[in-house]
């Protein structure tokens, strides 16, 4: 199985490092290099622009692949479904036009023009207005064509809203909203390592933001610690080699932002030895 990611940009380097994280070293795939090898003899990476891989998936070059839902929707793939949202390179498409000028809806740009990186998205956009303006396909600075006529307006991608107010472009409406996604063919999307692949990946969103706690309870006060203790099931409840009976180790998955408060809390209930570690992957 083949899995394209994102050769450069601002995808490459966490793309790389959630198949890292997932144990899916990378191996003699050094920069410019156009495939990798993984651990997995079974698993191999292809690098491509983000903006082809989900063409890539879809003909068959790569089963799989990781790249923006923005490009998945640009690209017009069918065939291919998304099996991850991966939550990270989240931005929004949107529509915007110079802040001071006389385009102030979507309405006001019948029969004008739109620069755009994503001519399918905004054709689609208007469409299901019933409008059909004017699209320019642009490859980069599209914030500086409504100010050199080249457009009336521009659907572009935007997440901190630098890049637009520095070009005093306001938004009109959003396109669509976009974050990172794992996608397969559908011919092979039910393949046991495809769906090993998912697994891995789940596995380390679901450990992100998640801690492991460990602390030593007596017997006696175990009720009270378990009350205090939120997250993730139950706690696991162990004998202590050696411990002469009276103390038990407890064991819990606990939601980071709960870590400071809940240390407070088993303190309190009679917990010592407290241990919070981070947690590489957890598969449920
Ligand atoms: N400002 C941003 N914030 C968050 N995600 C973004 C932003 N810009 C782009 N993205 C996401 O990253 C994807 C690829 O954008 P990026 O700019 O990294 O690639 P590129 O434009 O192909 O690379 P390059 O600009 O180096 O040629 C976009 O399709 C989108 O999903
Ligand atoms: O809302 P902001 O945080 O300002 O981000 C938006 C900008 O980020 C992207 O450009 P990028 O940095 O990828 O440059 P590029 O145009 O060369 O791709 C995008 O094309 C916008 O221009
Ligand atoms: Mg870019």
């Known amino acids: 199985m083949r899995i394209a990611v994102p ?3 601002r995808l490459h380097e966490p793309t790389i490092d959630l198949l890292e ?3 899916l070293h990378l191996e003699n795939g050094a920069d410019r290099q156009l495939y990798a090898d993984t651990v997995d003899p079974d698993v191999s990476v292809l690098f491509a622009r983000a903006a082809d891989i989900p063409e890539y998936v879809a003909d068959g070059a790569a089963d799989m692949g990781i790249t923006g839902y923005d490009q998945v929707r640009e690209a017009q793939v069918t065939d291919v479904a998304e099996l991850l949202d991966l939550e990270f390179g ?4 949107v529509l915007a036009a110079p802040e001071d000028g006389s385009i102030t809806s979507v309405d006001d740009l019948a029969g004008g023009t739109v620069a755009t990186e994503f001519p399918n998205v905004t054709r689609e956009f208007f469409a299901e207005r019933g409008l059909e303006p004017n699209v320019v396909e642009v490859t980069g600075a599209t914030e500086l064509t409504p100010h050199v006529e080249i457009s009336d307006a521009i659907v572009d991608i935007t997440s901190t809203g630098t890049t637009l107010k520095m070009n ?7 396109v669509l909203s976009s974050s990172v996604r794992l996608f397969a063919r559908e011919d092979v999307r039910e393949e046991p390592k495809i769906r090993e692949v998912r697994t891995a990946l789940a596995s380390v969103k679901q450990a992100e933001g998640k801690r492991y706690l460990m602390m030593n309870v007596p017997e006696d006060r175990l ?3 378990r009350d205090v203790i939120p997250g993730l099931g139950g706690p696991t409840v162990m004998d202590i080699a050696n411990g002469g009976g009276e103390k038990v180790a407890v064991h819990a998955v606990v939601d980071e932002r709960a870590v400071f408060e809940t240390i407070t809390d088993v303190k309190q209930a009679g917990a010592s030895d407290i241990l919070v570690t981070e947690i590489e992957r957890l598969v449920e």
Request: hydrophobic share 30%; charged share 45%; proline share 0%.
């Open 7 to 9: 050769n450069k940009g």
């Open 21 to 23: 994280r997932a144990g």
């Open 90 to 93: 989240r931005c929004r498409l």
């Open 168 to 174: 005093r472009l306001g938004i009109i409406e959003e």
């Open 223 to 225: 009720d009270d610690v």
